[in-house]
């Protein structure tokens, strides 16, 4: 329940984000909007997926891989010399709303999606998670 | 028998952090119940200390001690009400969790937000240095190619050149002055999470997490690179350490192991694992010179003390590393290759430069560098005694000792601008405070025999001996919250700034044409905020060695602007001996020489303009 609510929140977070990138709204909270979204909502979704049991370390996870994602999109354009920050900024606001809305899904729903993923990745890698003992 | 047992089952699952079966229950004492509502009383009794004694400072009130003369004592009560709270809680046989981190949050607030509370704007020249590259990029969509250094790192500058541009601002100046605290509160949580993965998250994993807030004295938490870079590692090393370390790095078991164990967990979470770091060591190869470097080294130090399971995870971040060095910081080593590896090994020059270098200046200036160099020491004696006492406890010391010196490695390879030592400090806190909280903890421990958990005969002790015990470690943790509240605010006469200041230096950008020059006596300006790789910016000081004759300095070099303040006022007689009022001197000698005039003067920071343009045969200086 826990787990939806954040990402309810960080989605609402996330389209205002990139609503008053788009709209260009003139106001001074658009600034902690926008440091608030790249330090909360990118990561997030994406460290949501570890479902680490303690919250410090989930949401550091969450605040690194948000900076980091941020900081390679604009890294990447700068060293390519396609600089278009308003469109990277929506762009990223889409991806990630994308990405929380499966945290938003019942939680029976969201554990079947969590369980055939993983399913997925331990067939595909061939090993058994918990069997392994020390030699 | 049994109670080899239970002091076994204690020790592996980290002995501080569950009841001692032989504690009674918590509702059978009084102190208990006093407790559940003494605690978050002190700590709001700790934040109403901390508003109430609360005052707006200026740079012009403060002497070569700096910010701590200037605070109330009221305001200083609060940081012992605080410790003592928290204390109280991790001596509850159930510490509440959600209370103690309300608390930490608490103390972060009280002890990083003091600054940006009392001071009138964002401190430290280079943050608004930092701004002046953002604005760059932000402007421009590019770095300034052979300008400075830090521009072949510029990952954090396009980070939030992307952000002002989104958030369609001109600059990020609104986001100065908070920044400490909520990077040093972002660091703090990266130290929780790590050391939980090492300890149990329980009183000494707390303990670890204070005692990284009350020592974190080296004030790289500003708006900069390495603060931000610094939380990326600290994600990095406890994901790592949860997901990729086996056995734990303070588990009991042999020294040495012979294969490396997989960690518990699914493949999937560890492969996910993976990328995640991988994903912050790459953003983190752009963005700082030295960062990536020591998440590479550490993770090298568990992959050859067999603990870390993924052995090319240490190889990949440090490939990326030296790839962005080699092809992204071309520009940085190109022609001054020397200057990058010609102090490889030199130790003593880093020496000098990091430590004896810095003793310059007054009485006061050296009694903070003493501060600093005693904080550092305690915190180093208290992770030797941690040390000592894993081992007496059977459990792994070495590689944590290992992990916290290795830092200190980076002094045979650069001197690093003479900052090396407080580089190599922070770098050493997150495994440091852990052997440091050890010690500490074992002092909250009713005997010596429970130090090395040895079964003691003796009965728990009484609430009141429990009480009693707590004196010593509120002592210890409050000189160090203290001792580290003067050290942050120990440079405050120089390096903090009034609205004024940057009134006047807002006020050169305005009426400087294109190619003119601004020029400070010394660095204690908000300058190259704008207009950067536009207008010429820069400080008299290398220039000027000593500050000796320094109006000649300045009609040799012959700035269109130059500002004069009262933080390089303070600079000048607190580093370099100058004599009460020399920047008054100086405008008058300036303006009696007929060459500039005072065009703004507020609250004693002022702007000097050029009245007389410089004759053909009159090179400028540089």
Redo the contacts between chains.
């Keep these: 329940m826990t787990r939806r609510i954040t990402a309810g929140a960080l989605l609402v977070l996330s389209l205002l984000?990139g609503l008053s990138?788009a709209l260009?709204?003139?106001t001074?909270l658009?600034?902690y909007?926008?440091?608030a979204f790249?330090l909360l909502a990118p990561g997030w979704a994406?460290?949501a997926?570890?479902?680490?049991d303690?919250p410090?370390?989930e949401?550091?996870?969450a605040?690194?891989?948000g900076?980091?994602?941020?900081?390679?999109?604009?890294?990447t354009?700068?060293?390519a010399?396609?600089?278009h920050?308003?469109g990277?900024?929506i762009v990223l606001t889409v991806l990630t709303a994308a990405a929380l809305l499966p945290h938003l899904l019942p939680g029976a729903a969201s554990a079947a999606v969590h369980h055939l993923?993983?399913g997925v990745?331990?067939r595909r890698?061939g090993?058994d998670?918990?069997a392994?003992a020390?030699? | 028998m049994s109670l080899r047992l239970a002091v076994a089952t204690a020790t592996l699952t980290g002995p501080t952090d569950t009841p001692s079966p032989v504690e009674p229950p918590r509702r059978q004492f009084q102190f208990p119940v006093l407790r559940d509502w003494a605690v978050p009383a002190s700590a709001g009794a700790a934040l109403v200390l901390w508003c109430v004694g609360l005052r707006p400072v200026t740079p012009g009130q403060l002497g070569s001690v700096g910010l701590v003369t200037a605070l109330s004592p009221v305001l200083l009560a609060s940081y012992p009400v605080l410790l003592a709270a928290v204390l109280i809680e991790l001596t509850a046989p159930r510490p509440r969790q959600r209370l103690l981190a309300a608390c930490t949050a608490l103390g972060v607030l009280l002890v990083y937000g003091l600054q940006p509370a009392s001071e009138q704007t964002a401190r430290l020249s280079a943050a608004w240095l930092h701004v002046g590259f953002i604005r760059y990029i932000a402007d421009h969509g590019q770095v300034l190619p052979a300008f400075d250094a830090r521009f072949s790192w510029p990952g954090f500058f396009s980070l939030f050149a992307l952000v002002s541009r989104a958030a369609g601002v001109p600059d990020v100046t609104p986001l100065l002055q908070w920044a400490p605290t909520v990077l040093a509160g972002l660091a703090t949580l990266g130290i929780r999470a790590l050391v939980s993965n090492v300890l149990d998250p329980g009183r000494t994993a707390w303990i670890a997490t204070w005692l990284f807030v009350l020592t974190e004295w080296t004030e790289q938490d500003y708006f900069s690179p390495q603060a931000t870079t610094y939380v990326l590692m600290l994600a990095a090393l406890a994901l790592t350490l949860r997901y990729l370390v086996a056995p734990r790095l303070a588990a009991v078991g042999p020294g040495v192991l012979r294969g490396r164990v997989v960690p518990s967990g699914t493949p999937g979470q560890r492969l996910a694992v993976q990328g995640a770091v991988l994903l912050l060591a790459l953003a983190l190869a752009p963005s700082h010179q030295l960062t990536p470097y020591v998440l590479g080294g550490l993770l090298l130090i568990m992959l050859l003390a067999r603990r870390l399971w993924a052995g090319w995870l240490p190889w990949l971040v440090l490939l990326l590393a030296l790839g962005w060095f080699s092809l992204g910081a071309k520009d940085f080593w190109q022609g001054q290759l020397q200057m990058v590896i010609g102090g490889f090994g030199d130790v003593s020059a880093s020496f000098n430069q990091g430590v004896s270098g810095r003793f310059v200046g007054d009485a006061g200036r050296q009694l903070i560098l003493l501060v600093r160099v005693g904080l550092a020491g305690a915190v180093g004696a208290l992770a030797l005694a941690g040390g000592w006492l894993l081992r007496c406890q059977r459990r792994l010391g070495w590689v944590l000792g290992l992990l916290a010196a290795a830092p200190f490695g980076l002094i045979a390879l650069q001197s690093y601008g003479g900052e090396v030592f407080l580089r190599c400090y922070l770098f050493s806190l997150p495994f440091a405070v852990i052997l440091a909280a050890v010690a500490v903890e074992a002092l909250l421990r009713p005997s010596p025999d429970a130090w090395v958990l040895r079964p003691s005969p003796k009965l728990p002790p009484s609430p009141r001996r429990r009480a009693l015990r707590l004196i010593p470690v509120l002592a210890l943790l409050t000189g160090l919250g203290l001792g580290t509240v003067m050290a942050r605010g120990g440079n405050d006469a120089y390096t903090s700034f009034g609205r004024a200041d940057v009134a006047a230096v807002d006020y050169a950008y305005q009426h400087a044409r294109t190619g003119q020059h601004i020029e400070a006596v010394t660095s204690d300006v908000p300058l190259s905020s704008a207009r950067v790789g536009e207008v010429g910016q820069s400080t008299l000081e290398t220039f000027c060695p000593g500050l000796v004759h320094v109006s000649q300095c300045v009609l040799d070099t012959h700035p269109d602007f130059l500002l004069v303040t009262p933080s390089q006022e303070n600079d000048g007689r607190i580093y370099y001996d100058l004599p009460a009022g020399w920047t008054s001197a100086l405008v008058t000698e300036l303006t009696a020489s007929g060459r500039y005039r005072v065009v703004f003067d507020q609250d004693g920071s002022q702007v000097l303009a050029r009245v007389v343009p410089p004759t053909p045969n009159e090179p400028r200086k540089e």
């Excluded at chain 1, 900076?67 to 890294?75: N, P, S």
């Design positions: 984000t990138t260009d709204l003139d001074p658009r600034l909007l926008v440091v790249v994406v460290a997926h570890l479902r680490a303690r410090a370390l949401w550091v996870t605040v690194g891989l900076v980091a994602l941020a900081t390679l999109l604009a890294q354009m700068v060293s010399r396609s600089w920050p308003v990277a900024m993923a993983s990745r331990a890698w090993t998670p918990d392994k020390s030699p």
